[in-house]
């Protein structure tokens, strides 16, 4: 105890002496401050000085000038931008809506459903992508959104086919029977004479609808052609769902093809490949 005692007022006699020695140190650099306080409010710079800043701002602001312009004109050529033009220059561009909160969402369908989605003017997914369907039907419901944009894309081709939007609300589903074998007539362009009993064999495998309009008949895109945009998560399998800039792009590319071929000839292009009349 008596050592533990003589240890501590060691330490404290250790301390003050430190302090003590600190002291005018401390003084000394508080002095020091002051003088440089005044020097610094007495100093005028020499015109030499104040001619070199001014240059050098003015350089500053040359680079930063410049830099603007090379930013400006990167932006003048990234997607938007293409977009923007697109949409003011191309009439089926303009019925789409390029502004903030856009969206999209891909379909799917095979050689033998393709006809029976575009004659019908509807679209379906399985009942696992009900919540995907439900957002598109509720953003096309939501005026201050606008609506979404939807492709539709050929799993055996490995094609694109745009653009559509909803037409309406969706359901789940709206026709027990789409997509049922025996149910519709490509030919006829309707449902058949005598359908098949509605069962559980007999009842869409597709039950997330929702009804779509065709805003341009576009030829459709070979896959390689829109790979670079799509979010890939096996070699064959995409995300549905897409961003803005997704949808933009999309966009794009179908009108440069379209403008690459006449849009005559996407129309008439689509029509021998749908049977449309």
Known sequence: MATDAMNRLINEEWARLNEAAKAPFK???QADVERYKAAIQRYEPSLEYLTALTAYEKAKALEE???????????ETSVTAVAARAAKEDEPARRLVFREGLCGAIFGATNTTLDECLQRNLFGLPHTRRALVAAISKQHETPSLPPPVLFLFNFQKRELHGVFAAS???GFPLHA???VKGSWSTELGGPMAKPPRA???HTTQFPAQIPVERLH???PLAETVFRHVMKYHSQNKFDLSLSAEQVEQLVCLFIEQAKSHGYGDSRSAHAKASGAP
């Open 199 to 201: 069962t559980s064999k």
């Open 217 to 219: 008949v576009f030829a």
């Open 168 to 170: 309406g609300p969706a």
């Open 177 to 179: 029977d789409a997509w």
């Open 65 to 75: 000038a410049t830099s603007a312009e090379g930013s400006r004109a990167v932006q």
């Open 27 to 29: 003084a000394q650099a």
